[in-house]
């Protein structure tokens, strides 16, 4: 017995009370991680039920917005933060059922004057996305509320921008941010688009868990890679078809085929899905970006969590949107 544990043995005269209580005083403090599927539907059409791709990552009272689609600001009040509280915000590509909601985001906080810039990460292109927002917002934020000589908050204090590939690894306070170039698009290897735009899934390790986005993706042995043992696995599901049929009752003929290859070859399948976490060796799986046809019923989510179940036998959740993991 330690000279340490000795002491404390002396003081309560009971060794087990003075491990216990020499125990508690060696542990770290309990880190706070929650993750929140705030829009849990796939775009770009737009549903009554579901907002679109948006999530909240919270680690110790950081907020971390992850993906900002239509819907973003509303859910962000049902959660009672404001855009003020947001401190970052990562996008897994540019697609505008991942970007719609970005708008309010940088409005609404110019409108409220946070202490501090939100920080924006993402692909290549995010850059120019930001730049073209800020300068459509010009003629609001010159005239802001009408007031002459009123301070002015600068395109700098209200935004940073951080472009990010595939491969690289940051540091978002307690949070660790892996990050790989996904199948979501199939641009060829090597080639000027390949090599200009890519579309990411983000690994997020913080002091008491692992959870990895997939954002969009096809089937992909990058992402597999980047989930290895991760605890929570949040992935997209599409099921193609119901998908499908609405497309051939609202789309162009002529281009129903590219549609089709595009929904088959840079989404996943329920069975996909179950695959993907089974090889990755996940805790759990959560389905969100849910692509389905126009209305998305009970025995539909049912029939998906059964055929994830088919190839993982761990715990499977059906997103909605509000739901905590």
């Excluded at 306070?173 to 290897?189: E, I, L, M, R």
């Excluded at 989404?267 to 990755?280: D, I």
Aim: aromatic content about 6%; some cysteine.
């Amino acid at each position: 017995m330690g000279e340490e544990t000795q002491m404390f043995t002396r003081l309560f005269k009971r060794p087990a009370t003075a491990l216990a209580l020499l125990a508690c005083t060696a542990l770290p403090a309990m880190a706070e991680t929650s993750f929140t599927v705030l829009g849990s539907g796939g775009g770009p059409i737009a549903r009554a039920d579901r907002s679109q791709p948006a999530n909240l990552l919270q680690v110790n009272g950081r907020n971390i917005v992850v993906d900002a689609g239509d819907g973003l600001s509303i859910r962000l009040a049902a959660k009672r933060l404001r855009m003020g509280d947001v401190d970052d915000v990562l996008l897994s590509h540019l697609h505008f059922d991942h970007v719609g909601g970005l708008l309010a985001v940088l409005g609404q906080r110019f409108q409220t004057n946070p202490a501090k810039p939100v920080k924006i990460y993402g692909p290549p292109g995010t850059k120019a996305l930001i730049d073209g927002m800020v300068e459509g917002m010009g003629p609001a934020m010159e005239a802001a509320y009408g007031m002459e000589d009123a301070t002015i908050m600068t395109a700098d204090e209200l935004v940073q921008v951080q472009e990010i590939r595939g491969g690289e690894s940051f540091s978002l306070g307690d949070v660790t941010v892996t990050t790989a170039k996904n199948s979501h698009y199939s641009f060829a290897h090597g080639s000027e688009m390949d090599q200009k735009y890519e579309s990411l899934s983000f690994r997020f390790d913080t002091p008491d868990r692992s959870i990895v986005y997939t954002g969009d993706t096809g089937w992909s042995d990058a992402v597999i890679e980047l989930s290895q043992g991760v605890d929570l696995l949040v992935a997209e599901l599409i099921d193609l078809p119901s998908t499908m049929d609405a497309v051939r009752r609202t789309a162009p003929e002529h281009l129903i085929g590219e549609i089709e290859q595009h929904l088959s070859s840079h989404h996943l399948s329920p069975a996909e899905v179950g695959r993907l976490a089974a090889e990755a060796k996940a805790g759990k799986i959560v389905a969100t970006h849910l692509s389905a046809g126009a209305r998305i019923t009970p025995e539909m989510t049912d029939g998906w969590a059964q055929e994830i179940s088919a190839a993982f036998d761990g715990e499977v959740a059906i997103a909605q949107d509000l739901q905590d993991y």
